[in-house]
């Protein structure tokens, strides 16, 4: 009782300072949601050449595939990207903190993604690459024209729960100076002192963004189910 009653609790969230340093921070916004997007694009794009390359029969393209998925899953993802913005100078290779961001996230995305969408397209029955091939279409376009869309539907909620870690990973990018909602929110803090209210505001909007995203997965999957069922 007496920790609770020690709280100033009077110190944990000023409204006033809320309400006029929210347009500032709410300035990085876009910044969240372009890098998201871009990011997401070239996380899947690589995500579809690692998975192939994943299940092809010549080791030269399976094992360096298996490597980069395993070190991706396997080291965090801040580490990632200080290696990018920090490392790379060392041997001479200096990236712009938004350009080493970007690239950071594109490669983390890519190596979740590339198992998400190697299952998805291992679930699809052999039947249906069967049925391609009698209809005399290439391998290529079996895969682009008969299972590749089957196989969207399968990794859609799992590619959607990864887009909503990309939302909230942004925030990581703080701490190499890209200028985004969280960024803004550190250099309020520094200016005020009040860490715990432009800290918890920005976890607002992040909990507000993320909660319409999951509102839109959860349509598109009822959506995608209508279809399939």
């Known amino acids: ?7 100033q609790w009077e110190n944990l969230f000023d409204p006033e300072l809320a309400v006029r340093e929210a347009p500032y921070i ?4 876009p910044h969240v949601v372009w890098i998201s997007l871009l990011t997401m694009a070239l996380g899947l794009i690589l995500g579809l050449i690692v998975a192939l390359c994943r299940m092809s029969d010549r080791v030269w393209l399976r094992v360096p595939a ?6 991706i899953r396997g080291t965090p993802l801040l ?10 100078p060392v041997i001479g290779v200096t990236l712009t903190p938004l350009f080493a961001g970007i690239i950071g996230l594109a490669l983390n995305v890519g190596g979740y993604a590339a198992e998400t969408i190697r299952g998805a397209i291992l679930s699809i029955p052999r039947g249906q690459w069967e049925a391609a091939y009698s209809l005399n279409m290439t391998t290529r376009q079996a895969l682009r024209r008969v299972v590749l869309p089957q196989a969207a539907r399968v990794a859609l909620p799992s590619l959607a729960n990864t887009f909503l870690s990309l939302v909230k990973d942004t925030s990581l990018l703080a701490m190499i100076t890209v200028n985004e909602m969280f960024y803004r929110a550190k250099i309020i803090g520094g200016r005020t002192f009040d860490y715990m209210t432009v800290y ?6 992040y909990w507000v963004i993320c909660t319409l995203l999951a509102m839109l997965q959860e349509r598109l999957e009822r959506r995608y189910g209508r279809h399939t069922a």
Do not use: K, P
């Open 1 to 7: 009782m007496n920790f609770l009653t020690d709280i």
């Open 26 to 29: 709410l300035g990085g916004l």
């Open 66 to 71: 298996r490597v980069y998925i395993s070190v």
């Open 79 to 88: 580490v990632q990207l200080f290696i990018l913005y920090f490392g790379l």
């Open 200 to 205: 918890i505001e920005v976890a607002f909007f």
